[in-house]
Structure formats: structure tokens, C-alpha cells
């Protein structure tokens, strides 16, 4: 298993709300990626696709089977791999993804990555319910596994996934390649770096119980509570550090019900006092986004993305699938071909300058924020 550092990336947060709790019949879907503090993450649009029986698809480590057809998608993603770490589809599907250690082993070999999990996801799904079916099925074929930072130490996880369309939302935990889930029909919804989903289970992998009894995590008697037979009886510091935040989330998304926007969600992203907006030792916000999912099919969903770090100092900008839409190059990192540290073996063993355009200006902003200087000034 890897090992822990104080600066290991381990921080996220996904929020959903749902009608009623949402000040307009919409679903609003929001998420902070933070992950390494020097990571860049860019905003990729991939159009639908059609593909050939037999085609093969290569992911960030491994290759799997290509579908005869792909949805469009817009993804925010660090720029080194192929996964992301959210994202939506043309059919108004969103999905974030959490990091999570369960008392199921993290091994360090090489399969789908989570943020590859969610990708695939909403390429192949119309919908929370027909996405989350993607995940379960390809977790249960080819696991999950491999490092989820550019690095030559390798740093392993299990995931948790918060998925929304225009009429409700899944979470689905993982361990493994055992998983449970829960439907969210209305009101407010938070995930961070633990197991949330206790008895309400809305469906589960087969082998789920079977499995925990095996292991002695279980009687078999009582009520199985998920969340407490799987999750590890000592956890790491900053995933302990991380149920203050989640606490944090839900108080925020409370105090709000029934008049939760696009707006009130970028404001608990941008909240640097729970935490969520991080910036803490070797890691923060890379990145984020919000969507609005109108109950109104005729009504585009809006999805807003940042492309940049620190929320509160970065401006989320929307876009909109339809005709027209295509890849912004302000927010596209260059590539290194076969020469890629991630493509060349023994991984990460060097480093390449991934900046984008946009990511290069920002830097350039917040240097002078952070100077108090504005420009002009002597």
C-alpha cells in the first residue's frame, strides 16, 4: 500500500442539491477538485462519437472495450492523465469523484483509475441511474487501481462518486470492487473523504454482505450499516481532518435549503474557513465547477467551470452543449506525445510543464493579488 505523507492530496467535496431545496425546479451539482497544489487542470470538450465493433479504448493505464457510440462531454481534468475528476454530458449527467480508504486493500497495481471510472461514465450514460450501472459494470470487470498523482511515489485510493441529472442523484461508494448506493430524491446532498451511505441503501454489489461476514466485519445479524463495517476503525489524519469539512458542507448546504442557485454553490466552494476552499501544505483547489440541470428539458443545463485554482479567486465561466460548442484552446495543456512521463516506464520520472494559456494568466493574477499590487501601480 502506499504510504502517507503530511502533504498527500486526499481532499474533496461534492455537493447536490435537489428540489426542493433548489430555489428554481433545477438540480444544481457543484465540486472542488483539490488535489497536488502545482497540478494543472484544464477543461477538455469531447464531441459524440460513433466507433467500430471491436474497438479498443485506452484509458490512463490500461485499454478496455470501446461502445458503438459516446456522448458528448465537457470535463475538467488534470492534464496528465485521461480520467477527470468531474464532468458532464450532453443529457445533463454530472459526476464528481472523492478519494476514500476502506478495509478493503488499495492495491498499487495498474487498472481504471476512479477519475477514469467517472469519464467513461458520462460517455456512455444518459442518465445518474444508466452512469452509476457504467461505473459498477467496469469496476467489476477491470477494478480499480494505479497512482492518482503525477509522481514517482505511488499514491492509491478507493473512490466515492456523486452522480446528477435533471431529476435526481446517486452516491455510490466504493471498496474495492464492491460498492453500495444510495438515491437522493429531493433536498441537499454532500460527499467528502469517507463513507457517508450507512443502512439507507439503495442498491449494492451481491457479494457486499456475503463478503463483510467473511472477513469478521460483520455478524450477519444486525443492521448493516455500510459506512460503519467497511470504513477503517483508525483513519489517516487528514481523511479524519476531512469529517470536520464534510460536517461543514452539510451546515452550508442547511442553512440555505430552498434557496440554493448557481451562485450560493460557488460561495461554499469558494469558503475558505470550513476548508473546502483548501489550500493547505503540498495541495488545494485545482479546480472547479457548478451545473444548473433544469427539471425543464427544453432549457439547456449550465455548467461552469473554472480551468484555474482557488475558487475564490477565479472566475467560473459557462458553458452550454448545442451546436457550435467546441474545445476553448485558452484552456487546453500542450501534450508530449510518446515522450510523456506518464507513457514512458518506470513512470514520473520527470517533469514536463503542463500550463495552459489561461492557467499561465491566472498565475500571473494571483501573483499580484496575493502583492496587493494591481497593474499600473509603481
Known sequence: MASWSPD??????????????SALPAVIFAKNSDRPRDEVQEVVFVPAGTHAPGSRLQCTYIEVEQVSKTHAVI???????????????????????????????????EALLGMDLLRLALERGSSAREALHVI?????????????????????????????????????????????????????????????????????????????QVQGWW???????????????????????????????????????????????????RDKESGICMDSGGFRTTASMVSVLPR????????????????????????????????????????FGPQDPVRTLPRFQTQVDRRHPLYRGHQVALGLMESEQVPGEE
Open 296 to 335: 425543464d428539458t427544453t432549457q439547456p443545463c449550465v455548467h461552469f467551470l473554472t480551468a484555474t485554482p482557488d475558487p475564490s479567486r477565479s472566475v467560473f465561466k459557462p458553458f452550454i452543449f448545442g451546436v457550435g460548442a467546441a474545445q476553448p484552446p485558452q484552456v487546453l495543456s500542450p501534450t
Open 136 to 212: 459498477t459494470g467496469l469496476l467489476e470487470r477491470y477494478g480499480q487501481g494505479g497512482s492518482c498523482r503525477e509522481d514517482p511515489t505511488p499514491f492509491c485510493y478507493h473512490n466515492t462518486f456523486l452522480l446528477a441529472d435533471r431529476t435526481e442523484a446517486w452516491v455510490l461508494e466504493t471498496a474495492g470492487r464492491l460498492w453500495a448506493a444510495r438515491r437522493i430524491q429531493e433536498g441537499v446532498h454532500n460527499i467528502s473523504n469517507q463513507l457517508s451511505i450507512g443502512s439507507d441503501i439503495s442498491a449494492e454489489h451481491p457479494e457486499l454482505r456475503p463478503h463483510a
Open 75 to 109: 470535463l475538467s481534468r488534470p492534464s496528465w492523465l485521461w480520467g477527470a475528476e468531474m464532468g458532464a454530458n450532453e443529457h445533463g449527467v454530472c459526476i464528481g469523484n472523492e478519494a476514500v480508504w476502506t478495509k478493503e486493500p488499495v492495491g498499487e497495481g
Open 8 to 21: 498527500t492530496p486526499c481532499s474533496c467535496d461534492c455537493f447536490v442539491s435537489v428540489p426542493p431545496a
Open 219 to 269: 455478524d450477519g445479524q444486525g443492521t448493516f450499516d455500510f459506512a460503519q463495517v467497511f470504513s477503517l476503525s483508525q483513519q489517516p489524519v487528514r481523511v479524519e481532518a476531512a469529517k470536520a469539512r464534510f460536517r461543514a458542507g452539510q451546515e452550508l448546504l442547511q442553512q440555505q435549503q430552498g434557496g440554493i442557485t448557481a451562485e450560493v454553490m460557488m460561495g461554499i466552494l
